[in-house]
């Protein structure tokens, strides 16, 4: 059974950091592109990061020098470090996996998401 399971949410202040990470298990992680979206109250999917099986990494242009993506193929997780949040930054983070980067979310396999919040 394919599983994506996001941890790491939470609330914090703007200017501040936090780490989620997605375990992945029942698919062939190292042949599979990761990437991070998120979707926040009335607003549609919005593509965040994604790491290649070569650990090449990408990054939505909001996003861009502030987060960074990061594997672990040994333990097959994935980690997005989120450095200098601001409020816009709040919302539902998803992992999802397949075989090319998304930057709407639309990947076969999806994990169920964690929030994160950035207050003023």
């Known amino acids: 059974e394919v599983q994506l399971v996001e941890s790491g949410g939470g609330l914090v202040q703007a200017g501040g950091s936090l780490r989620v990470s997605c375990a992945a298990s029942?698919?062939?992680?190292?042949?599979?592109?990761i990437g991070w979206f998120r979707q926040a109250p009335g607003k549609e999917r919005e593509g965040v990061s994604c790491?290649?099986?070569?650990?090449?990494?990408y990054y939505g242009d909001s996003v861009k020098g502030r987060f960074t993506v990061s594997k672990d193929n040994a333990k097959n997780t994935v980690t997005l470090q989120m450095n200098s949040l601001k409020p816009e930054d709040t919302a539902v983070y998803y992992c999802?996996?397949?075989?090319?980067?998304?930057?709407?979310?639309?990947?076969?396999?999806r994990g169920q998401g964690t929030q994160v919040t950035v207050s003023s």
């Open positions: 999802g996996a397949d075989l090319t980067c998304s930057w709407h979310g639309a990947y076969v396999y």
């Open positions: 029942g698919f062939s992680f190292d042949d599979y592109v």
């Open positions: 790491i290649t099986s070569d650990g090449s990494t």
